[in-house]
């Protein structure tokens, strides 16, 4: 795995150039202002009456609508939701200029065709790691963050020196780019969301709760114990490693965890979670996201419904008004 630091980075190939950022969110709100703060010329592109102008230009940025900042830049980063990547670059592809760059933060649209770039567009991935709050935070330390990135098309035999460049200006060279392609970002990025961190870990939680709460555990004890310690494990992981994790606890946590820990996730999650990658790949989750947003996201609006009236979220209001 060849990953790069700031010092195998040349930031030539920006100089000169200016980058369109279309959309103001998590992403391109970090973005944004890391550029800008690496000495870029950077323009955010937004919609019509888009609540976002006033917000980033009070941040000191210049703002356009999607169209114009699209045609007056040399490098476009789309960083609206992967979900409206098809309509958004159906947009632009008309204004975006002979040769220009199309970026992405995540491999999504391109590996499941969403977008299907021009032949002449230099097109590259720059995948942060984290959400954009911590690519922020993080620039402003002098620190940076993780990111992986890749060369989809070389329209002009400068896609690989433009996409470390870029990666360079956001502050993640300080941390590590490490080499991928848009289809392992993507597909391992959209298994880990439905089957390890953001989807398993949370019903995990929940059902241990809720387990401890049906046997007669009071809802607090229940809560502090499945959910509270998410936070130490996570901590120590981060710190020490999995193996280090487990010789930091008590002998008592460690052979519960040795015991149980292969019971709950035996053979059977793993192959579910098999099943789950091979649905990935085969672009199901894809065409639900795009099924999602097209009915205007009922699924997503009724799981926050349940997730905010669930038990499990009571007990931890009560609980934050004591610390
Ligand atoms: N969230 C993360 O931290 C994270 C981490 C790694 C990679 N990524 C990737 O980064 C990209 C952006 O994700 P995000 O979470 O930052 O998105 P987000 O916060 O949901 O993006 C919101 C922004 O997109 C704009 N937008 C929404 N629909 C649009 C449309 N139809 N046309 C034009 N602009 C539109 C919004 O405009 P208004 O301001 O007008 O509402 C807003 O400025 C995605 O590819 C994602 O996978 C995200």
């Known amino acids: 795995m060849e990953i790069l630091r700031d010092a195998d980075i040349d930031s030539s190939p920006l100089e000169g150039k200016r980058i369109a950022i279309l959309g103001y969110g998590n992403q391109g709100r970090a973005q944004a202002l890391n550029l800008k703060d690496s000495g870029i010329d950077v323009v955010v592109g937004l919609r019509g009456g888009s609540g976002s102008t006033i917000e980033a230009e009070a941040a000191g940025l210049e703002t356009a609508l999607l169209e114009d900042a699209v045609g007056s830049a040399d490098v476009v980063m789309m960083l609206a939701p992967d979900e409206v990547h098809q309509a958004l670059y159906?947009?632009?592809?008309?204004?975006?200029?002979?040769?220009?760059?199309?970026?992405?933060?995540h491999g999504l649209s391109v590996r499941f065709g969403f977008v299907e770039p021009r032949a002449d567009l230099d097109v590259f991935l720059i995948g942060p790691k984290g959400p954009?709050?911590?690519?922020?935070?993080?620039?402003?330390?002098?620190?940076?963050?993780?990111?992986?990135w890749a060369v989809e098309q070389d329209g002009t035999g400068n896609a690989r020196k433009i996409a470390l460049a870029y990666g360079q200006a956001i502050g993640t060279g300080r941390a590590g780019l490490m080499a991928s392609s848009f289809a392992e970002e993507a597909e391992a990025d959209l298994f880990n969301e439905q089957a390890v961190v953001w989807g398993g870990v949370p019903e995990l939680l929940a059902a241990g709760f809720e387990t401890l709460v049906a046997g007669g555990i009071s809802p607090e004890v229940a809560y502090l114990e499945c959910v509270g310690e998410l936070k130490l494990i996570a901590e120590l992981i981060e710190a020490r490693g999995i193996a280090g994790m487990r010789e930091a606890i008590s002998n008592t946590a460690e052979l519960g965890a040795t015991v149980g820990g292969r019971r709950i996730v035996d053979d059977s999650v793993r192959s579910r979670m098999a099943e789950v990658l091979a649905e990935v790949r085969a672009g199901r989750f894809a065409e639900e996201l795009r099924d999602e947003e097209a009915k205007g996201y009922p699924r997503l609006e009724a799981a926050r419904q349940e997730a905010r009236g669930a038990l499990v979220e009571r007990v931890f209001e009560r609980l934050r008004a004591l610390s």
Do not use: D, H, N, W
Request: net charge positive.
């Open 90 to 105: 159906a947009e632009i592809e008309p204004r975006l200029r002979e040769g220009a760059a199309l970026g992405f933060s």
């Open 132 to 148: 954009g709050t911590a690519l922020r935070s993080l620039y402003q330390q002098g620190k940076g963050m993780i990111a992986l």
